[in-house]
């Protein structure tokens, strides 16, 4: 199989004959996605949706784990101004997942180790989602004194389920893989050391079959799901995301926002 290092950054891009390997690459911090990563992530995406030759994506984080949720150590930089926290989500994180989601090529998701925040939001823009049987799942962010972004949310329930949406979300608990077998959101769970050729057995075998039926396959899918709507578009169907543009990021200069960053950057438990 011919084999090609397209990009090389902290969102890494190979061409494997027609399977396109994206890894996550920021390892020390467990592959946490860093405001850049996320731009990165969208271009690499846009720039896989143009080549035609290529017929199924397959994503991975480096080392051992998926992604850890977002860096945490940039919050404070942008996460205190409704203008700064706005833009953070709606043009750096859903430009990316959005870009996703596009894809008329089928992703595979390669999940070991963390799978938490925008790790299970990456993952959730996935068609098929393999896991390590020590994978874990979660967005513990009400720790950190802030909720998961609109439509982001609505993505991560969409394909989790509501139930464990709510837990994840209002309880900050934590999934095995096991778990979210049950509700759906995995394909398989395989032995940790049995992963990485499982991914890579599936990908091939996509990546053999018909890629024009594919990718209108990832059209139909694509249009069986509601939009999910920006913040400044209010929708009136009872399934879309109905949000106040106004009030969507009012939290950004809240104490408990700024208490949560601030205790997690200081090692300490928040005070609430």
Known sequence: MSSQTVQQGQIQYERQGAVARVTIANPSKFNAMTRAMWRELRAVF???HAHPELRCVLIAGQGA??????DISEYAAFRFQQASLRDFH??????????MLDCD?????QISGNCMGAGVEIASCCDIRLAAA???????IARLGFPMAPREAALVAR????GVARQMLLAAEVFKAADMKACGFLSQVLPDEALAAGVQAIALRIAALAPQAARL?????????????????????TNSVVTDADNAYAYAESCEHREGITAFLEKRKPAF
């Open 46 to 48: 846009e720039r896989i």
């Open 65 to 70: 784990h998926f992604c850890a949720g977002g």
């Open 90 to 99: 709606e043009s750096d994180v859903w430009g990316a997942l959005q870009s």
């Open 105 to 109: 090529l089928p992703i595979v998701a």
């Open 134 to 140: 020590s994978a874990q799942f979660g967005a513990p």
């Open 159 to 162: 394909e989790v389920g509501l």
């Open 217 to 237: 396959n990832k059209q139909t899918f694509r249009a069986l799901n509601q939009p999910l709507a920006p913040v400044n578009q209010a929708k009136e169907a």
